[in-house]
């Protein structure tokens, strides 16, 4: 349930109607993944108690998990200081990457702070 709907009023969506949700293991503080949401996702997230998203290729709601039981049970939405951000702390069972990999994060570093490539 939606404990401020207040602050739900006050979200700042792009102009697609969506913004931008940061998933974290609410076990490891460990960033999951990164998708979108628009209202009605919001809305069935706090109602199934899982998180579900907009899919911006399929350009309809996905219930994480739903087809491969990797769901996400919601611990605790937060907005960030400009309302224009969700940080959302899940307990997940199973990896939330759709390469089967424990976070979306999995693949190749970019860099590192303090190391010169050049």
Do not use: Y
Request: charged content about 20%; glycine content about 8%.
């Amino acid at each position: 349930m939606i404990a401020n709907r207040e602050q739900l009023t006050k979200l700042r969506f792009n102009e697609a109607g969506l913004i931008p949700a940061v998933v974290q293991s609410a076990q490891t503080n460990r960033v999951l993944m990164v998708a979108w949401m628009n209202l009605e996702s919001i809305e069935q997230t706090f109602a199934v108690g899982e998180t579900v998203f907009f899919s911006r290729s399929r350009s309809e709601l996905w219930h994480k998990g739903a087809t491969s039981g990797n769901t996400q049970r919601v611990v605790k939405v937060e907005v960030d200081c400009d309302s224009d951000c969700l940080l959302i702390q899940v307990e997940e069972n199973g990896p939330a990457c759709h390469t089967g990999t424990e976070s979306c994060f999995d693949t190749a570093v970019l860099g590192e702070a303090g190391t010169n490539n050049g």
